[in-house]
């Protein structure tokens, strides 16, 4: 593929590579011959594992029409809003777009949007969930009292136990502190300005996570917890306690989701994601959320029925559930310029939740640098 004009211009195939939206080539018969890195991520797999496989193999479209308008191949094809079923992530909703490929017969190009996960890392400033979550607004006083008192005798007992315990006395104390933070900013839930971010460790988040997790009465023993880090992350730009009590209500979910498989396994991994961008930076350039967080669990999913609603308030399937948590977890990730979202692969059972979030500045910049 030639591209006419400066010479200066990067080559096609870097071009495509770096397009938000994943594109497919097709050769005769729907099959597969190259994808770009936003397709990998649509569909879940690697190119190498794609690459020869039939379309229809992996996606399943349930219209009809717009089955025999890809088998033509000279017709070109654009359709908006169309259900999809791929192979091991369940339902789609996709905007879908074909193209035949000059003097190429038999070849098309394929376009997709997923707008199953545009939904969820769309804004929707005028969304009833901040109003519903100034609750704790009013309840902070009430709270923060007994918060003082816990403290309080937390550091009374590391006065009267030995080196070998006071991690838990000190883990109490630093929950407390963190608590009191969070309640804090949850009183300013009203206003529209999100509270400062700074660079962050990704790890070091889910570290703490993971501590008050496990230290938690009876948690310990009835799961196990897969740990997949990628230690080369650099920092992103978020709110360190955000990030904890993000990280904790999404274990806690994964936990109690799978507390009745055969085998109950939660996995936390993360990993560098292209693909993601929102068009809301300062300078009006696209904003790169190029760092996942993904919590898994294999316990038997979110009802159908819920999962589009999930991170709206007072949704729950819990008995004892409040509906708080996801909606929560929504607003602490959108005041760091992250997103949230969750599929569901049904092939392997599990359940995933994927945290979006941007580079912080400095290491946003030393990336820039090192691009060819």
């Given at each position: 593929?030639?591209?006419?004009?400066?010479?200066?211009?990067?080559?096609?195939?870097?071009?495509?590579a770096?397009?938000?939206?994943?594109?497919?080539?097709?050769?005769?018969?729907?099959?597969?011959?190259?994808?770009?890195?936003?397709?990998?991520?649509?569909?879940?797999?690697?190119?190498?594992?794609?690459?020869?496989?039939?379309?229809?193999?992996?996606?399943?479209?349930?219209?009809?029409?717009?089955?025999?308008r890809?088998?033509?191949?000279?017709?070109?094809?654009?359709?908006?809003?169309?259900?999809?079923?791929?192979k091991?992530?369940?339902?789609?909703?996709?905007?879908?777009?074909?193209?035949?490929?000059?003097?190429?017969?038999?070849?098309?190009?394929?376009?997709?949007?997923?707008?199953t996960?545009?939904?969820?890392?769309?804004?929707?400033?005028?969304?009833?969930d901040?109003?519903?979550?100034?609750?704790?607004?009013?309840m902070?006083?009430?709270?923060?009292?007994?918060?003082?008192?816990?403290?309080?005798?937390a550091?009374?007992?590391?006065?009267?136990?030995?080196?070998?315990?006071?991690?838990?006395?000190?883990?109490?104390?630093?929950?407390?502190?963190?608590?009191?933070?969070?309640?804090?900013?949850?009183?300013?839930?009203?206003?529209?300005?999100?509270?400062?971010?700074?660079?962050?460790?990704?790890?070091?988040?889910?570290?703490?996570?993971?501590?008050?997790?496990?230290?938690?009465e009876?948690?310990?023993?009835?799961?196990?917890l897969?740990?997949?880090f990628?230690?080369?992350?650099?920092?992103?730009?978020?709110?360190?306690?955000?990030?904890?009590?993000?990280?904790?209500?999404?274990?806690?979910?994964?936990?109690d989701?799978?507390?009745?498989?055969?085998?109950?396994?939660?996995?936390?991994?993360?990993?560098?994601?292209?693909?993601?961008?929102?068009?809301?930076?300062?300078?009006?350039?696209?904003?790169?959320?190029?760092?996942?967080?993904?919590?898994?669990?294999?316990?038997?999913?979110?009802?159908?029925?819920?999962?589009?609603?999930?991170?709206e308030?007072?949704?729950?399937?819990?008995?004892?559930?409040?509906?708080?948590?996801?909606?929560?977890?929504?607003?602490?990730?959108?005041?760091m310029?992250?997103?949230?979202?969750?599929?569901?692969?049904?092939?392997?059972?599990?359940?995933?939740?994927?945290?979006?979030?941007?580079?912080?500045?400095?290491?946003?910049?030393?990336?820039?640098?090192?691009?060819p």
């Open positions: 593929m030639r591209l006419e004009g400066n010479s200066a211009i990067p080559e096609a195939q870097r071009l495509l770096s397009l938000p939206h994943a594109m497919v080539l097709l050769e005769d018969g729907l099959t597969i011959a190259a994808l770009n890195p936003a397709a990998e991520q649509f569909f879940g797999q690697s190119a190498r594992r794609l690459i020869g496989t039939r379309l229809r193999d992996i996606m399943t479209i349930s219209d009809r029409r717009l089955l025999d890809l088998s033509d191949s000279e017709a070109p094809v654009s359709a908006r809003e169309v259900v999809v079923q791929l091991g992530r369940g339902a789609r909703r996709i905007d879908i777009n074909v193209a035949p490929v000059a003097d190429s017969p038999g070849w098309q190009v394929v376009t997709l949007h997923d707008n996960a545009a939904d969820a890392l769309g804004d929707d400033p005028g969304a009833p901040d109003a519903v979550l100034r609750g704790p607004e009013i902070a006083h009430e709270i923060k009292n007994p918060l003082a008192g816990i403290r309080g005798a550091q009374l007992l590391a006065r009267k136990i030995g080196e070998r315990d006071r991690a838990l006395t000190d883990l109490i104390t630093g929950e407390v502190d963190r608590i009191a933070n969070l309640i804090e900013r949850m009183q300013k839930l009203s206003g529209r300005t999100a509270p400062p971010v700074e660079a962050c460790n990704l790890h070091e988040a889910a570290r703490r996570a993971i501590d008050v997790m496990n230290a938690a009876g948690v310990r023993p009835t799961f196990r897969v740990e997949e990628d230690p080369s992350l650099p920092p992103v730009l978020g709110s360190p306690d955000g990030l904890v009590q993000v990280l904790i209500n999404l274990l806690t979910n994964a936990v989701a799978c507390k009745n498989a055969e085998e109950p396994r939660v996995t936390i991994r993360t990993r560098f994601a292209s693909g993601l961008q929102l068009q809301i930076a300062e300078d009006g350039a696209p904003l790169r959320l190029p760092i996942e967080v993904r919590i898994s669990d294999n316990g038997p999913g979110i009802d159908p029925a819920m999962r589009d609603h999930i991170f308030p007072f949704v729950t399937s819990k008995n004892s559930g409040q509906g708080l948590g996801l909606p929560l977890v929504r607003k602490l990730v959108r005041d310029n992250g997103r949230v979202t969750h599929d569901r692969d049904e092939e392997n059972g599990l359940t995933h939740f994927r945290i979006h979030l941007p580079l912080a500045p400095q290491a946003r910049a030393r990336t820039l640098e090192s691009r």
